[in-house]
């Protein structure tokens, strides 16, 4: 006997007939939009769409007959609207604002309410598919809610954001390298390699040493198009206005991601720090383009990673993405003004590692949030070993899990060695729940589970990296993760990120040798670490407990009464 897909099982449980045409999958009833007239239904499929019609159980829209569709058809509520948002129409609309779209005959008041609502889909007068939020999704301001293989928001996607799927390029050559030893000499390398053409995003720009290199190429005549982050934690600073303010009086396009009077930001934060020189090699990195990420060679910075990947292929995947993410309405010229700031000097180190060259290399692009699910993804194939290096690791809000970090746990309970590595820069271990008790829990979630599994704090200062900047990942010793992607909720769910995955053994010897030389340099965590740690989750755990005896007492109290 033929059994169905599991695909076509799910659209079945959705839809509730075999006959249907259509199905609902994807809806945005809580837009940023003053009034939500952007507000809009997609249904996707293929036939006849008389006698078709779209209802929230008070008002309806069906189509005009004779008309059909082949695939996915947006309708909007005001078509002028959305297209203010989207910078295109929809193929309909049910409330009249735009001659050249087509108008839905509409009975009633049709308008999604934000909190709870539904959305039926009738064909010939027989229901076929309904959702219904609070139920299929839990409805969020600015989010459109969406279905991908039977599941609806398999992850927050936000209004404007990209939708790039994974893609793999193989044959790949590039050159891989750590911050603070090789950094400063391979971001020079990389903006040198440009002949007509420098595409720049990164979280922030405040080295003037990276400035001069980027004005050099304004000097070459090589065009220069740089996207900031319009509200890094703290506001732009005085020296990244002065970078950004000279490169753009040398001829330099620079432009800044923020939410303006017309457009939100599409994503929380701009947190990539790549470049691409001529479409023909990229350059990706942990690291902000700080005298921090990249000091004179001999100079400490921080622990970070970088490759520069020179592959056509992977420099015009990422420069789509620079294209998707520089233009839209949150996207605008920078106005600031600011002197270029003088440079500093960081104490004294000692390089340990030079750059190693790999060829023929498997790389993966991930992007957040886009592809972000790529990371725990490469954790679930660990095999042998699992290291990693973080500046630091939280919980979800509201206390749920971390999926990174449980797929890390989970990899050390099928006998994978994990190792990992945290920073322990005063800012994240001078507070009751950051890295030094993440590391102290790990430990003792695998020591009362026997697990193969370690956690450590950097070690940073004199004759060290000043801190551990890094958010990277080496899987069985050939697959490193490069990244921008912090291990906490923002970052792969709300922010733009950017990094790749090489599957490289010449890329795999290189940072494993610079991540085992950072381990055996943090050492085990002190015991008085430890001992911290447990009293902090003590003191957690019984303000927990007097917050369920608490809420006990008041639903009782609800009861009698």
């Given at each position: 006997m033929r059994t169905l897909p599991a695909a076509l099982v799910l659209c079945l449980l959705c839809c509730g007939t075999v006959t249907a045409a259509f199905t609902i999958t994807e809806v945005c009833p809580d837009t940023w939009y003053k009034g939500e007239a952007d507000e809009y239904i997609v249904i996707t499929g293929t036939g006849s769409l008389t006698g078709v019609s779209v209802s929230d159980g008070e008002g309806s829209a069906r189509f005009p007959d004779g008309d059909r569709a082949a695939g996915r058809i947006v309708m909007a509520q005001q078509a002028e609207a959305y297209r203010t948002v989207h910078g295109a129409y929809p193929d309909y609309e049910w409330y009249d604002s735009a001659p050249d779209v087509p108008d839905m005959i509409r009975t009633g008041t049709l308008k999604l309410a934000n909190k709870g609502d539904e959305v039926i889909l009738r064909e010939d007068g027989q229901e076929t598919c309904r959702i219904t939020w609070p139920g299929d999704f839990v409805c969020r301001e600015g989010q459109l809610h969406f279905r991908e293989d039977g599941v609806w928001d398999p992850r927050p996607l936000m209004i404007g954001q990209s939708r790039f799927t994974t893609v793999s390029f193989c044959g790949v050559s590039g050159t891989a390298f750590a911050a603070p030893d090789a950094s400063r000499e391979m971001i020079g390398k990389a903006i040198r390699l440009a002949d007509s053409e420098l595409l720049i995003n990164v979280y922030e720009f405040a080295d003037p040493n990276i400035a001069t290199y980027v004005a050099a190429a304004l000097d070459d005549d090589v065009s220069v198009t740089i996207l900031l982050e319009g509200g890094p934690v703290g506001g732009i600073g005085t020296a990244e206005k002065g970078v950004a303010a000279h490169l753009r009086e040398k001829g330099a396009a620079v432009y800044t991601m923020e939410t303006t009077e017309s457009t939100h930001a599409r994503y929380r934060y701009d947190h990539a720090k790549y470049i691409i020189a001529d479409r023909e090699a990229v350059l990706l990195t942990s690291e902000n383009f700080k005298e921090s990420g990249f000091p004179d060679r001999g100079r400490a910075g921080n622990r970070g990673w970088g490759v520069i990947i020179t592959d056509q292929r992977v420099a015009d995947y990422f420069a789509e993405v620079f294209t998707a993410d520089v233009t839209g309405g949150d996207v605008v010229p920078?106005?600031?003004?600011?002197?270029?700031?003088?440079?500093?000097?960081?104490?004294?180190?000692?390089?340990?590692?030079?750059?190693?060259?790999?060829?023929?290399?498997?790389?993966?692009?991930?992007?957040?949030?886009?592809?972000?699910?790529?990371?725990?993804?490469?954790?679930?194939?660990?095999?042998?070993?699992?290291?990693?290096?973080?500046?630091?690791?939280?919980?979800?809000?509201?206390?749920?899990?971390?999926?990174?970090?449980?797929?890390?746990?989970?990899?050390?309970?099928?006998?994978?060695?994990?190792?990992?590595?945290?920073?322990?820069?005063?800012?994240?271990?001078?507070?009751?729940?950051?890295?030094?008790?993440?590391?102290?829990?790990?430990?003792?979630?695998?020591?009362?589970?026997?697990?193969?599994?370690?956690?450590?704090?950097?070690?940073?200062?004199?004759?060290?990296?000043?801190?551990?900047?890094?958010?990277?990942?080496?899987?069985?010793?050939?697959?490193?993760?490069?990244?921008?992607?912090?291990?906490?909720?923002?970052?792969?769910?709300?922010?733009?990120?950017?990094?790749?995955?090489?599957?490289?053994?010449?890329?795999?010897?290189?940072?494993?040798?610079?991540?085992?030389?950072?381990?055996?340099?943090?050492?085990?965590?002190?015991?008085?670490?430890?001992?911290?740690?447990?009293?902090?989750?003590?003191?957690?755990?019984?303000?927990?407990?007097?917050?369920?005896?608490?809420?006990?007492?008041?639903?009782?109290?609800?009861?009698?009464?």
């Open positions: 920078f106005t600031g003004a600011g002197a270029l700031p003088e440079e500093m000097t960081g104490d004294a180190y000692k390089p340990a590692f030079g750059t190693q060259s790999f060829d023929n290399a498997s790389v993966t692009p991930v992007l957040a949030p886009d592809t972000a699910y790529l990371i725990p993804a490469l954790i679930e194939k660990a095999e042998h070993s699992v290291d990693i290096q973080q500046a630091y690791i939280s919980n979800w809000t509201k206390g749920a899990p971390n999926p990174y970090l449980e797929a890390t746990m989970d990899a050390a309970r099928r006998g994978v060695n994990v190792r990992i590595i945290l920073d322990s820069y005063w800012f994240n271990i001078e507070g009751e729940n950051d890295n030094d008790e993440m590391a102290a829990r790990i430990n003792a979630v695998a020591a009362a589970e026997k697990l193969p599994a370690e956690a450590r704090l950097a070690r940073i200062g004199p004759g060290y990296p000043d801190k551990l900047h890094n958010k990277g990942v080496i899987v069985d010793g050939d697959a490193v993760l490069i990244s921008s992607v912090n291990w906490n909720e923002n970052s792969p769910s709300f922010n733009r990120e950017a990094g790749v995955i090489i599957e490289s053994p010449d890329a795999g010897a290189y940072f494993s040798a610079v991540f085992s030389k950072d381990w055996e340099d943090a050492g085990p965590l002190p015991d008085e670490t430890a001992a911290e740690a447990d009293d902090t989750c003590l003191r957690q755990e019984i303000a927990a407990g007097v917050i369920l005896l608490l809420f006990i007492g008041y639903c009782i109290r609800r009861r009698v009464h």
